[in-house]
């Protein structure tokens, strides 16, 4: 059973800083990519950062230089690193993978609030 639990979201004021993990289990974790995406209220889901089992990285240009995505595949777990948080990057934080005939997965969010 594949599970995804993302932890580590919270309140901050502008300009402050998130960590957030996500916890995977049921996967073989190294071999896949992991991605986070968000989802602002009235809005559509949107891609964040992902990360590729070599450690390749992406990034929207919004979080570009801001937020750093990474992996430690030994705890099975990715992270996203948020600096500089701004208002606009209030939402929920969604980890997500795709496996192979199986689809997509996702975890079950966790928000993040930034205060002006």
């Known amino acids: 059973q594949v599970q995804l639990v993302e932890s580590g979201g919270g309140l901050v004021q502008a300009g402050g800083s998130l960590r957030l993990s996500c916890a995977a289990s049921?996967?073989?974790?190294?071999?896949?990519?992991m991605t986070w995406y968000r989802q602002a209220p009235g809005k559509q889901r949107e891609l964040v950062a992902t990360?590729?089992?070599?450690?390749?990285?992406n990034y929207a240009d919004s979080v570009k230089g801001r937020f750093t995505i990474s992996r430690d595949n030994a705890k099975s777990t990715v992270y996203l690193q948020m600096n500089s948080l701004r208002p606009e990057d209030t939402a929920v934080y969604y980890c997500?993978?795709?496996?192979?005939?199986?689809?997509?997965?996702w975890g079950q969010g966790t928000q993040v609030t930034v205060s002006s």
């Open positions: 997500n993978t795709e496996l192979a005939r199986r689809g997509a997965y």
């Open positions: 049921g996967i073989i974790f190294s071999i896949n990519r």
């Open positions: 990360i590729s089992s070599g450690g390749g990285t």
